[in-house]
Every structure is written in C-alpha cells, then in structure tokens.
C-alpha cells in the first residue's frame, strides 16, 4: 500500500463503544460493495446516498464512525465533515475519494478527519483504518 493512500492521525484513547459503520456516497454500488464487506467482519451498517439522507436519520449523539466520499451533489464530504465539527461532534470520520489529488489526504486530516483512503483501497486498509477510528 502506498504511503498516500493511506493517512493516519492518531486520536489518542477517545472510546466510541460501538461497531456501527455509516456509509455516506453518492455511488450505490461503492456502498453496497463497503456495506457487504464491512458486515462480514461484523459491523453494523447503514448506508446512505447523500448527506442530507444521513443528517436526517443519524443523530449527532448516536455513536459510530462515518466513512465519507467526498465529491457528491449536494452537501460535499468537505460540508459535511465542517458541519460535524461545529455540531461538536466526536464521531471518528474516514474520508474517501477517487480523486488522485496527493493534498487531499492531508486536508482531510486538518479538517478532523481520522483518515484518509483514495480509492480504489483494499479493504485490509480500510479495516484497519476503522480499527484505529473506533479504539
């Protein structure tokens, strides 16, 4: 795995308690794919096609890690992750993207994210990043 494809920040011992995955992509069959493969390593998941169908649905208090795209219509990851952190939320965000942009890893990770994957990843990356988000 190459070193950007993959950006770490370490977020100390923050204890979410939970095994609950939230998909937020604009692409079904990216979710579907993340969805099938996160639940065999037997997390919960829900999966939604925009932002606005996640805000909806989730509320800030409910404990979980987001994994997030970042090009979709509407409410962007960008907003959606800005939106998160003025809420005060403390839900660990993976963002993701087929963008092959280098910057972007780093800008999710100023932003809050706990980590970055340009797609295509494989799912070992994206299972131990998880890992480290919900510790």
């Given amino acids: 795995m190459k070193a950007e494809e993959l950006h770490l920040k ?20 990216v979710c579907r794919a993340l969805s099938i493969l996160l639940v065999t390593y037997g997390f919960n998941v829900d999966i939604f ?7 909806l649905a989730v509320p800030n208090s409910a404990p979980g890690c987001l994994i997030l795209d970042i090009h979709m219509p509407g409410l962007d990851g960008w907003e959606v992750q800005q939106r998160l952190v003025a809420s005060g939320s403390n839900r660990p965000v993976i963002i993701m993207s087929a963008d092959k942009n280098r910057r972007l890893g780093d800008r999710a990770l100023k932003a809050g994210a706990v980590g970055y994957l340009q797609k295509p990843f494989n799912d070992k990356a994206l299972v131990d990043l998880i890992g480290i988000a919900v510790k």
């Fill in 49 to 55: 096609t925009s932002a606005d169908e996640f805000f």
């Fill in 10 to 29: 370490e977020i100390g011992e923050k204890s979410f308690g939970t095994k609950q995955i939230y998909i937020v992509d604009d692409d079904e069959s």
